[in-house]
């Protein structure tokens, strides 16, 4: 046998696989990605406007701002995780607050209207659970009509004023007290995120979910339920959202017709930019979503410290999510998760 046989014979060497490590994969991950954006907006707001930026004070503002994104985030993440796409979660907002204002002013217990509020909200989650998985329509097609719907069953139950004020003191102070100098209900916020990844990570209706979103073809030969995963996911969406709105008139003591709007914009980009994908399912994590919206609300608040106009803000968080795409390339994308 020749040289050049043997060389045409001889098998191929196996290509070298780097083995899994879990300080490699915790640092190389989607969730270190964004850490390390929050750390560096931090770094530049110690250096630009100095030790007020972490000074209490500050942090309680950017928490009260970011009570209902968090919570609406940590729960809409579950709908992305699972393949579906929930445009409807401001408007599901903007129609939560205007639900729960109204019934206020109708001298209904803050419980009672709670409770009806998110029962409301459950209901047309589960029309966009119908349409969706039950009729197998386009997720984006079926939830911006339910946004559209939304906004207008908002602005009836509104009125021609376009707001209803329902301040209510208890509620308003249950909402505002501060724990360790931070708001109260950031912090639920916070803990809210943490079990939902525990959720995600943890348990099995969590790997359900990614699998469905990741396959749901190949989890549906697993054995597992894919439709009643995504039903269930979508109406997690539509609670975090109906919670949202009740937060969001419980903090101002109003509801009006801009609140909500573009919420489910803010919602995803920040979710994108920590580690989420919009296009396919699977993949993110709630830890990674929340860091998300800490380096939008840090860089907002940088420019307003600096009285910078806030509209610069949409321009570095289109930045920021195109580097996230980026680096999710980079990374290998579907492969690499």
Known sequence: MTDATASRTAP??????????P??????????????????VVAVGLIWVGPRFLAFGNIGIMGAFLIVPLVVGACAGFALLSGVVDLSIGS?????????????TLSWNPWAAAAVTLAACLGFGAINAIAIVGFGAEAIAATLGM???????????????????????GLSDLVNQTL????????????????AAAVVTKTRFGRHVQAVGGDDKAASRAGIPVKRIRVAALLLSAFGAGLGGIFFTAQLGSAARATGFGLEFQVYAALMIGGYSILRGGVGNPIGGALGLLAVAGVSNLL??????????????????LAAVLLDRMRGGDAYE
């Open 304 to 321: 307003d410290l600096k009285a910078i106009s806030p509209y610069y803000v949409n321009i570095i968080v289109g930045l920021l999510l």
């Open 12 to 21: 191929a060497p196996a290509p070298y696989i780097v083995p899994h490590h």
């Open 23 to 40: 300080l490699r994969d915790l640092l190389t991950g989607p969730v270190a990605s964004i850490a390390f954006t929050v750390i560096a």
């Open 147 to 169: 946004l559209v719907a939304l906004r207008g069953i908002t602005w009836v139950l509104l009125g021609p004023q376009g707001a209803i004020f329902s301040f209510n003191p």
């Open 180 to 195: 360790f100098g931070l708001p109260l209900f950031f912090l639920i916020a916070i803990v809210l995120t943490v079990i």
């Open 92 to 104: 599901m907002v903007g129609f939560s607050s205007a639900l729960f204002a109204l019934l206020l």
